[in-house]
């Protein structure tokens, strides 16, 4: 079939070397003419595309409507783009698609109206468009959906768009603020400082006054709380906007309020261990100091007259200066939280050798010690340096409180309570406690002694608790008072001895 051809050579050496794809069209929508560069874009081989329905190139599901396109253009013939608006795909003869972008100019001929296609492939832009919307879609989905608060605003302070973020800290629905001044969020005195952050200088810059500034919001309740506000300039479409970035501060506020206070109650810990280790290391040293003069008098004797060998004296004192290093360390295991070390132990065994070790104390009070060790069962898990030094404590607590005269009695007897714990009553005959000084006997430096800093209890409960044991200080009905605590048996931690 004959095509028409262009009457200029030029013309067609110029259509032939066109990078863009031009197909001639008759009113019928056979295809008369067509370039180099549609056979390439298509995939058709030289003359193979000549005599065709337009219609080989449109895909099946969309010819119906480029038919009506088709009959529209010849209607009402002039230059313009074909299908303005739509998507528009090509299809290759391997029957592959791809987007295109066509451009439709009418040519009255003799043979009648010919319509001129330009066809470009725009699938690399298509891909690019693709792409940038996806980001701009992610951007969207991120500022949507932050944390944080975005808010715009025109150069008289309206705010003109806000993220979702901004309603929850304040309190308001998004709606509630487009439109509204800024300012409805902002108390004074900042109020008046927001103002300087829509002032320009002669160049049109904005001067952002308080990037990352701590300010504080106004929430819909009148409420007021702490924020990072950062501001910047935003221009688009011709318009000088400002975006505000708004963090709440008030999480980090109490989290800052929490470390102050556990930095005052690291002082205050800090200064209650000093003073315990001075409190329990006295014990031992004041021994290491009396039997070291013991053993300066038995060295001024004749050997013959010496009741009792040196060496015993001074292995004697080696000990109780060992047992000041041992309190050493566990009171550094009190600062430093660690878990005490923990063997299986008898408890009654512990008992005995505390009241061996302060009898004497106990015989210069002038008191009696007596031990009722009944309790049928009494394999406990403790570090058991820990457990005496608590057993100690309370005794020497026993001691202070019969010293004022009368019948002077301590006595120490153990009992179980239920079928997994086992107590251990520290009763003595003194004037007993007051009722109102009852829950204050276990802080540090609140004793009622005339003597010593108040902090052998603390010490104690610090020593039965992490044992997750329980102790308590009640007065007797016949007077005195009893120190009791109690201790989970070995069998409950499900292990024997």
């Known amino acids: ?41 298509f995939g058709y081989r030289h003359g193979e595309l000549l ?9 099946a599901h969309l010819r119906k409507r480029h038919a009506d396109f088709r009959k529209g253009f010849l209607r009402s013939p002039s230059k313009r783009p074909m ?23 009418p040519i009255q001929a003799r043979a009648g109206l010919l319509v001129l296609a330009t066809i470009i492939d725009i699938t690399d832009r298509k891909k690019t468009e693709d792409e940038t919307q996806r980001h701009i879609a992610e951007l969207e989905a991120a500022v949507m959906g932050a944390v944080d608060g975005v808010v715009v605003i025109d150069e008289s302070g309206i705010i003109e768009w806000l993220n979702p973020a901004v309603g929850r800290l304040f309190g308001y629905e998004r709606d509630e603020l487009i439109g509204q001044d800024v300012r409805l969020l902002i108390p004074e005195p900042y109020q008046s400082e927001h103002d300087s952050l829509r002032d320009y200088d002669s160049a049109g810059e904005a001067k952002i006054v308080g990037i990352g500034r701590a300010v504080e919001g106004r929430r819909k309740d009148g409420s007021v709380f702490p924020i990072d506000m950062a501001v910047g300039a935003v221009p688009m479409a011709g318009k000088r906007l400002l975006a505000g ?7 980090r506020r109490k989290l800052e309020t929490r470390l102050d206070q556990l930095r005052e109650d690291r002082l205050k810990v800090m200064g209650e261990m000093a003073a315990a280790l001075a409190h329990e290391i006295n014990q031992p040293l004041a021994a290491t100091g009396a039997y070291i003069g013991t053993a300066e008098r038995l060295l001024k004797m004749a050997p013959a007259q010496r009741p009792t060998k040196v060496e015993e ?26 878990e005490p070390n923990k063997t299986h132990e008898h408890l009654h065994e512990l008992i005995h050798e505390v009241a061996e070790f302060i009898l004497g104390k106990v015989k210069q009070a002038g008191a009696a010690l007596l031990l009722d060790l009944d309790a049928p069962e009494d394999r406990v898990i403790v570090d058991k340096i820990q ?7 309370l005794v020497q ?71 997750y044991g329980k102790i308590s200080i009640d007065a007797n009905p016949a007077g005195g008072a009893t120190a009791a605590f109690t201790l989970p048996l070995a069998e409950s931690w499900g292990q024997g001895s």
């Open 397 to 467: 607590n026993a001691i202070e409180a019969v010293s004022g005269g009368g019948v002077r009695e301590i006595r120490i007897s153990t009992r179980l309570a239920g079928s997994n714990e086992i107590t251990v009553d520290i009763e003595d005959t003194g004037p007993g406690i007051l009722e109102d000084m009852k829950a204050k006997l276990f802080e540090p430096f609140v004793g009622t002694k005339i003597k010593g800093m108040g902090v052998g209890l603390s010490i104690a409960r610090s020593i039965i608790e992490s044992h």
């Open 1 to 41: 079939m004959a095509h028409a051809r262009p009457a200029s050579l030029r013309y067609f050496t110029i259509v032939e070397s066109s990078p863009v794809a031009m197909v001639m069209v008759g009113g019928d929508g056979v295809i008369q003419f067509n370039n180099t560069e549609t056979e390439r874009m």
């Open 51 to 59: 005599g065709q329905s337009i219609d080989v190139l449109v895909p």
């Open 387 to 393: 457990i005496k030094q608590a057993l100690v404590n």
């Open 313 to 338: 004296v001074l292995d004697f004192a080696r000990q109780q200066v060992m047992q000041a290093g041992r309190i050493i360390q566990n009171v550094r295991e009190f600062a430093d939280r660690a």
């Open 245 to 251: 970035f708004i963090h709440d501060l008030s999480e």
């Open 83 to 105: 299908g303005a608006g739509r998507d528009l795909m090509g299809l290759r003869r391997d029957g592959s698609e791809f987007p295109v972008e066509v451009g439709l100019t």
